[in-house]
């Protein structure tokens, strides 16, 4: 039979890569700790052992944590400690968040596990991957991060499923107790020991595998909108000529490159573009909406692509307090703070309200009747008696709105936590929230320009659009109803959403794109 998603293996013995975590956390793929990985980690937790049986109080091995990090902790409490830790910051409050964040943290924990930077004992980390392998996803909640000592609440709701405590749910979607989840997978519940509650709770692994599961949506819906823009182009009359090579290597960012050359290519061979081509077309520049688009889209690739550098060197990281290094000494650092991350979470959002705005402005061109050049108005079928794609756009506007306050960044702010021991938080896991947000609304954005733009190319028959432009009409084609009398648009915007999300658009319209 052929390999599945969740056939694959992904192992951990160096920095993961992007490809990865998404493959674990959306795939189902399945996780396997090398042997290097498993030396290290055995040896890492042999330094432990030997600080914990010395008599030198250490952080975090014999003391309290946080503000109480001054209190040393005898022998016979350091198991309750850390399940006292771990049940105290297991504090999340509001809905669960996705699975496929909490797998993502999942692997990311222990990603930083295997580099023998923590001191986890090896059983502790074998029983994380089990779980993640196992299909045991546990309940983490909306709030409880401030984004520094790492994500403290998701984590530490992980680390609960490992003690066999708390709730999680299992590999057919049910809700289940962690210990019944367990038992039946044949996972033996850990029981933590000096410096193991730290180790699985003091990372910022929720709002990076946030960050690159929105990566992988952005490339996706990036090239999307160079679709749905050439299709608005294509039905606004609008010209090709703005997006030659010759014009964007004047300007020679790569993403605004990329960008002219797919709408260049999407617009190939239309007649419809055609039909105006000629010296008798009267009209010298198109709207920015229409003329500008390679410029916004590209700087928003660009920006994806700056946030990749930062998600690739974090995959590379061992992120923890304190840290085991390889001469055996253990350190305190401030490797936890998400600033990194946080920062380009918020800076994602930016790009993506922009290219929202600026499609969301060339669904209204097509509506107006002084601006669509022919087309009827608001695309009804009987202006007056049908209202067309009027509330549509309503829909597309209010979607926009929402995500320029989606835009305001996060990170500016800051309250502090612990006595003030944590007095500068980084805020990174709310930016990886409302980044999520984000990305879903732009999903919305562009499925009502796809849906506005197809039926107005339907409308300029008998010209006829591009292959390419022609292939995303016809795949709409097969979900949506062309144009008519006024039906009950909202399951379209669903179908057209789902044509993007699942990237069957793409799929539909990459063929006729050229190389």
């Known amino acids: 039979m052929p390999e599945t998603a969740q056939d694959s293996i992904v192992e951990l013995d160096g920095p993961l890569t992007r490809a990865g975590v998404v493959a674990v956390a959306r795939e189902g793929a399945k996780v396997r700790l090398s042997e290097a990985a498993e030396k290290r980690i055995a040896s890492a937790r042999e330094h432990v052992e030997a600080l914990a049986a010395g008599p030198v109080a250490t952080y975090g091995v014999s003391t309290g944590f946080g503000a ?25 409050a509001g809905p669960a968040v996705e ?62 499923a490992l003690m066999g405590e708390g709730q999680v749910v299992d590999a057919s979607g049910a809700l289940v107790d962690a210990a019944t989840a367990l038992r039946a997978n044949d996972i033996e519940p850990v029981v933590l020991a000096e410096k193991e509650g730290l180790a699985l709770t003091n990372g910022t692994d929720g709002m990076l595998g946030m960050l690159v599961l929105a990566l992988d949506d952005l490339h996706r819906l990036l090239d999307v909108a160079d679709i749905t823009a050439a299709m608005s182009v294509e039905a606004l009359l609008g010209t090709d000529r703005v997006f030659a090579a010759d014009l964007q290597a004047l300007r020679p960012h790569p993403g605004q490159a990329r960008a002219a050359e797919r709408i260049e290519a999407a617009l190939a061979d239309s007649d419809i573009v055609a039909s105006h081509r000629g010296p008798d077309c009267n009209r010298v520049q198109d709207a920015y909406s229409l003329r500008c688009a390679p410029q916004v889209h590209g700087a928003a690739r660009d920006t994806v692509a700056y946030a990749e550098t930062v998600a690739d060197r974090e995959l590379a990281s061992a992120v923890d307090n304190p840290v085991v290094l390889a001469d055996g000494r253990l350190e305190s650092n401030g490797n936890f703070h998400g600033a990194p991350v946080a920062y380009v979470l918020d800076f994602l959002a930016i790009p993506i309200a922009d290219v929202a705005s600026m499609a969301e402005r060339r669904t209204d061109r097509m509506l107006d009747t002084a601006r669509s050049h022919g087309l009827p108005a608001f695309l009804a079928a009987d202006p007056g008696v049908d209202s067309g794609h009027m509330i549509a756009q309503y829909t597309q506007a209010a979607v926009v709105s929402e995500l320029k306050r989606l835009a305001v960044p996060a990170s500016v702010d800051s309250i502090p936590s612990s006595a003030m021991q944590e007095d500068h938080v980084s805020m990174g896991w709310s930016g990886a929230r409302k980044l999520r947000k984000a990305v879903d609304a732009l999903t919305t954005v562009l499925a009502i320009e796809y849906l506005t733009a197809a039926r107005a190319l339907d409308m300029r028959a008998p010209l006829r659009p591009g292959p390419a432009t022609a ?19 909202a399951p379209e915007i669903a179908a057209a959403e789902e044509l993007v999300r699942s990237g069957a658009l793409l799929r539909a319209v990459e063929p006729h794109l050229g190389a």
């Open 471 to 489: 292939a995303a009409v016809a795949l709409l084609r097969t979900v949506v109803d062309g144009p008519g009398p006024d039906r009950h648009l």
């Open 68 to 92: 109480l990090a001054t209190r040393h902790i005898p022998p016979e409490s350091r198991a309750a400690l850390q399940r006292s830790l771990i049940r105290s910051h297991a504090a999340g």
């Open 99 to 160: 699975p496929e964040v909490v797998r993502a943290q999942m692997l990311l924990r222990l990603r930083t596990l295997a580099t023998g930077h923590t001191g986890i004992k090896p059983q502790t980390a074998a029983t994380l991957a089990a779980m993640i392998n196992a299909g045991i996803t546990p309940i983490v909640h909306e709030y409880g991060s401030l984004g520094c000592s790492g994500d403290l609440a998701p984590l530490a709701a992980v680390a609960l």
